[in-house]
């Protein structure tokens, strides 16, 4: 069994600032790439960043420059620093993993089960 888990979310006023973590835990033998995207309320999920197992970053054009995504593999963990936040950032923010489980040889994408942000004006 593997499990992401969120946590960070909140409600912030514009230009305010939030930390999103989220924790791989599990029969986890490796992790590949590791990102972040989010879902606005009646659109659809919307890629943000991603990080490879190497630190290799890539973001959204909406969100270079504001936000960071960064990981630390020794706590199968990954981070996303969300500064001069909008009132468009808002959504529920899902992580995503690609995750090699002990005895399978194949790397399988695993979600998170979201945390909301909130940005006010």
């Known amino acids: 069994q593997v499990q992401l888990v969120e946590s960070g979310g909140g409600a912030v006023q514009a230009g305010g600032s939030l930390k999103l973590s989220c924790a791989a835990s599990?029969?986890?033998?490796?992790?590949?790439?590791m990102g972040w995207y989010r879902q606005s309320p009646g659109e659809q999920r919307k890629w943000v960043a991603t990080i490879s197992r190497g630190g290799s970053t890539n973001y959204a054009d909406s969100v270079k420059a504001r936000f960071t995504i960064s990981r630390d593999n020794a706590k199968n963990t990954v981070y996303l620093q969300m500064n001069s936040l909008q009132p468009e950032d808002t959504a529920v923010y899902y992580c995503?993993?690609?995750?090699?489980?002990?005895?399978?040889?194949?790397?399988?994408?695993?979600w998170g089960q979201g945390t909301q942000v909130t940005v006010s004006s």
């Open positions: 995503n993993a690609d995750i090699e489980k002990y005895g399978t040889g194949k790397y399988y994408s695993y």
């Open positions: 599990g029969s986890i033998f490796a992790i590949n790439g």
